[in-house]
């Protein structure tokens, strides 16, 4: 799994802060206990356009779907799809939430960073790439299926935990 999480963020060098700014759909466009019985770029459209506003899917070049999303706040994050069915690709269990900083060459000490960090914020995963980025993830299962408003709920928290790494990696660099 740490070998397609670092190759995924390699590939995709997703950056820290997009300039485009997210206007999210009213949360009423979805129905919080609808059911979402399994993950793919239809099941989460409509959910994610209530958090994020500003979304877009792409085809990496080993044919797998991947979403690039935009936060209100400029955080910019990718969606990928994990745990899918063999036979249906497209109904997945799992959705991994996951977004790296580049430290544009600024030393930063996140040996000690991460530790505090991560302790404090327990349902995600933060940790340094091998290129010295680092990065911030979370996994959201749906083995019996998940409500909409709970996926809605998933994305805000992973939003915000990005947002509060953001601002200790920032602080750290001044």
């Known amino acids: 799994m740490r070998k397609i999480l670092i190759s995924t963020i390699l590939a995709f060098g997703i950056a820290n802060m997009s300039p ?11 129905d919080p ?10 099941t989460i459209d409509p959910t ?8 877009m899917a792409s085809i990496t070049p080993k044919g797998e779907m991947i979403i690039t999303a935009f936060a209100p ?5 990718t969606l990928h799809f994990r745990q899918c069915d063999q036979q249906e690709p497209l109904q997945c269990r799992a959705l991994q939430l996951l977004t790296s900083w ?3 060459g600024q030393k930063v000490d996140l040996q000690n960073i991460v530790p505090p960090f991560q302790r404090s914020h327990l349902f995600v995963n933060s940790g340094i790439l091998e290129d010295g980025r680092p990065y911030l ?13 709970n996926l809605a ?3 805000r928290n992973f939003i915000s935990a990005a947002t509060d790494f953001s601002g200790q990696l920032s602080a750290a660099t001044k």
């Open 20 to 30: 485009l700014a997210a206007q999210p759909l009213p949360e009423e466009t979805i």
């Open 48 to 55: 994610l356009k209530t958090v994020t506003g500003n979304h």
């Open 102 to 104: 580049s430290l544009d």
């Open 153 to 155: 709920a998933e994305v």
């Open 73 to 77: 706040n400029g955080l910019q994050f």
């Open 137 to 149: 993830t979370r996994i959201i299962i749906a083995d019996q299926g998940l409500a909409q408003g």
């Open 33 to 42: 206990a609808k059911i979402i019985p399994h993950f793919n770029a239809d």
